[in-house]
């Protein structure tokens, strides 16, 4: 498919346990971003990559959320002991460059974490 | 700081009216503006931009939204509302003071258009 897939679709774990998510970017699209969706709290930016630059952290909500993106494409979010409160839909999509300040970002569908 | 607000978490409105999804932004410099739709089961999609130009922007889906520079708005309209519209609206800006191509989205309007 041409749109941005992410896997799993839905993930269930205790607490404590580490997990990883998994998003395909648009081929080509240099920019990848992370976000948070929360029920009732909208979207919470967690982490931007762009090319070969370092990304940007600022929304990492604590040192047991990472991400790295592989080869400028594929890139996986994980979650190191996970509590309840990471219980969300995490969202990742993809945008084009070089022009990214105005280029709209494409979405995945979104990874359902469940966090027991 | 950058921020957006909707301030709305829901807005009802009658098919074939005429609907209205607030935004209001505070950014330092020119803003860049969007909006988007996350309809139920499926992923967020792109309605429409604000980059510069014409204050009034039109998108999909027969959308448009009015950058009002004076009172920090970009509002979402459409002049008759669909049952079909009926989803979840966000609008985002990008964050300028990041120095990175940053976004930050509004907390979300849940629009439902009534038959």
């Known amino acids: 498919g041409a749109g941005v897939s992410q896997s799993p679709s839905n993930k269930v774990t205790e607490k404590g346990k580490d997990v990883e998510l998994r998003c395909d970017p648009i081929s080509g699209h240099t920019a990848l971003y992370w976000y948070r969706q929360s029920l009732g709290q909208g979207l919470e930016f967690l982490i931007y990559f762009q090319g070969n630059s370092a990304p940007d952290k600022s929304g990492l909500p604590s040192d047991r959320f990472s991400a790295e993106r592989t080869g400028g494409s594929v890139s996986t979010l994980t979650i190191q002991r996970t509590q309840q409160e990471d219980s969300a839909v995490y969202l990742c999509?993809?945008?084009?460059?070089?022009?990214?300040?105005?280029?709209?970002?494409?979405f995945g569908p979104g990874t359902r974490l469940t966090v027991l | 700081a950058q921020s957006v607000a909707q301030p709305e978490d829901q807005v009802n409105v009658a098919e074939g009216n005429p609907l209205t999804v607030k935004c209001t932004y505070s950014v330092s410099g020119n803003p860049y503006l969007f909006w988007y739709v996350q309809y139920p089961n499926r992923g967020l999609q792109f309605l429409l931009k604000y980059i510069t130009g014409d204050n009034l922007v039109k998108g999909s889906y027969g959308f448009e939204a009015e950058f009002n520079k004076s009172q920090t708005s970009f509002h979402l309209k459409k002049p008759s509302a669909l049952v079909s519209d009926s989803a979840l609206y966000f609008c985002a800006v990008r964050d300028m003071g990041s120095g990175t191509y940053k976004y930050i989205f509004g907390t979300g309007t849940r629009l439902k258009v009534l038959a």
């Open positions: 999509a993809s945008s084009s460059g070089p022009g990214q300040g105005n280029n709209e970002q494409f």
